[in-house]
């Protein structure tokens, strides 16, 4: 008997060498199982388009019949397009006026919610961020009965003496009712990250500050912002790539797309991709267009963290 035990743990030792699916090879193997989906999914609805969108944009298609090898011909007519450029100059517009004065009232709506006198604060974090979740075609809908020739927009700019706009022929007119449709929905967004920000500050900082006799302003350019660039730099940055994708709000707005003479005052490169494919049938210049703004949305991107690094003082190698 002395003997015979240690035969049994050996034995099943080498019988747990021996087998191809060891135990920890079984739990790997199930957690990989779990996660199979995302990565099934993404790999049919975002992974084969993307690369398809690459491959399709050297060759002339229109859906339905066979496809036609063209090399950069459709790079080449879109950069030739002056309707290109008139839509990639109205994205920039309309993301300027969209995106800082949107930046600017989140901030001072996170001080404002942050503040210790405020009441009611969950009601109107809800308030707030309810335009987000909102329907972006019924948002629309409402803002283009708002900037009509005979809505509030107009009525309130007759109460200070100002002659009534074309909201949606006038040049500036189309932009800045673009602008304040995207200004509506996106600022509570980000006014709740200004204020999950804001709510990360130690207080020991703002105690500290009011016992050397700072005021609520400086305590604010001292302490808020400074902590607050990581926030801040993340919004800018999303709000530049969101932009560059502005689609439902200039499409509804317009109606279906608005590429003649008198309705490109707000066409965006979306837009113009989207008319190309489906509204012209060249589905070979719609892919170039989605590569262009593919390359525009990194250009941006790479010029954000430029600014980034210089903001906050990080300047080894100059490099991106």
Known sequence: MPQSQPAAPARSAAVRKQGWLTERKRSSLTAYLFISPFFLLFAIFGLYPILFTFYLSFYKWDALGPMSFVGFQNYQFVTEDPLFWTSFTNTLLISALGTIPQLILALLLAVFLNSSITKFKKTFRVLYFMPNI????????????????????????????IDPTAWGSDWWGVK???????????????????????????????????????????????????????????????????????????????????TSSTREEGLTM?????????????????????????????????????????????????AL
């Open 134 to 161: 909102t329907s972006i075609v019924a948002v629309t809908l409402v803002f283009s009965a708002f900037f009509s020739n005979g809505g509030m927009a107009n009525w309130l700019l007759a109460q200070i003496g």
């Open 270 to 318: 979306v837009i113009y991709l989207y008319t190309e494919a489906f509204g012209n049938s060249f589905f070979g210049t719609a892919a170039a267009t989605a590569v262009l703004l593919l390359l525009f949305t990194i250009v941006f991107s790479l010029i954000n963290m430029w600014v980034s690094r210089r903001m906050s003082g990080d300047t080894d190698g100059g």
């Open 176 to 258: 800045i009712a673009i602008a304040t449709m995207v200004m509506w929905r996106w600022t509570g967004y980000n006014t709740i990250i200004y204020l999950s920000g804001m709510q990360s500050i130690p207080t020991d900082l703002y105690e500290a500050a009011r016992i050397d006799g700072a005021s609520r302003f400086q305590q604010l350019l001292q302490i808020t912002l400074p902590l607050l660039k990581p926030f801040i730099l993340f919004t800018v940055l999303m709000s530049t790539i969101g932009s560059l994708q502005l689609f439902t709000e200039p499409f509804v707005y317009l109606g279906q797309g608005g």
